[in-house]
T-cell receptor, first 118, second 110 residues
Framework: DADVTQTPRNRITKTGKRIMLECSQT?????MYWYRQDPGLGLRLIYY???????NKGEISDGYSVSRQAQAKFSLSLESAIPNQTALYFC?????????????????FGPGTRLTVL | SQQGEEDPQALSIQEGENATMNCSYK?????LQWYRQNSGRGLVHLIL?????REKHSGRLRVTLDTSKKSSSLLITASRAADTASYFC??????????FGTGTRLKVLA
């Protein structure tokens, strides 16, 4: 979805380096997410943010940090990259509406960043 | 651990046939969504079904939800080669963050 962009799209780095993955969205959504995808493991949630001042850890936050610079921007950092952080990383936004009787919270994904840590 | 587990892990069918994939989950949910992922690309939302709904349709897609069995199924009718992709279910349990399953890889042969 072109409304959610990620940079870089591909990155090869070495163990111990600091890496930042950036995500921008033009959808005007408050909620943003970072996931990693590994073969056979599906998507796992790293961090999520429900607004600029609300950041929460997901199931695999160790080794990662995030920054929500604005509603439209959510960055993921690897302070000291290690080889088992090699994965495909996705940013997503959601359009939570909180409708009575159930919510809609459709997620819109960016194209992904393929990160390789040597 | 994964909330949603898709079954089968891989499915290969001929064009024109129907494809059925299943998702099981462990805890109570508010809603369940299905997403498609073409190879190496971002996920695309297909359909959402709420916990108080039992069946939903969208074009060639039919989703069912059985909360008593904690399971959902996605049926793609009259499949096309362009349906080749991985399909994921994602569950929300009330905090409005989603937990994704491991996916079903569908291959539609022309």
């Amino acid at each position: 979805d072109a409304d959610v962009t990620q940079t870089p799209r591909n990155r090869i780095t070495k163990t111990g380096k600091r890496i930042m993955l950036e995500c921008s969205q033009t959808k005007g959504h408050d909620r943003m997410y970072w996931y990693r995808q590994d073969p056979g493991l599906g998507l796992r949630l790293i961090y999520y943010s429900f607004d600029v001042k609300d950041i929460n850890k997901g199931e695999i936050s160790d080794g990662y940090s995030v920054s929500r610079q604005a509603q439209a921007k959510f960055s993921l950092s690897l302070e000291s990259a290690i080889p088992n952080q090699t994965a495909l990383y996705f940013c997503a936004t959601s359009d939570f509406t909180g409708l009575a009787g159930g919510s809609t919270d459709t997620q819109y994904f960016g194209p992904g960043t393929r990160l390789t840590v040597l | 651990s994964q909330q949603g587990e898709e079954d089968p892990q891989a499915l290969s069918i001929q064009e024109g046939e129907n494809a059925t994939m299943n998702c099981s989950y462990k805890t109570s949910i508010n809603n369940l969504q299905w997403y498609r992922q073409n190879s190496g690309r971002g996920l695309v939302h297909l359909i959402l079904i709420r916990s108080n709904e039992r069946e939903k349709h969208s074009g060639r897609l039919r989703v069912t939800l059985d909360t008593s069995k904690k399971s959902s199924s996605l049926l793609i009718t009259a499949s096309r080669a362009a349906d080749t992709a991985s399909y994921f279910c994602a569950t929300s349990s009330g905090t409005y963050k989603y937990i994704f399953g491991t996916g079903t890889r569908l291959k539609v042969l022309a």
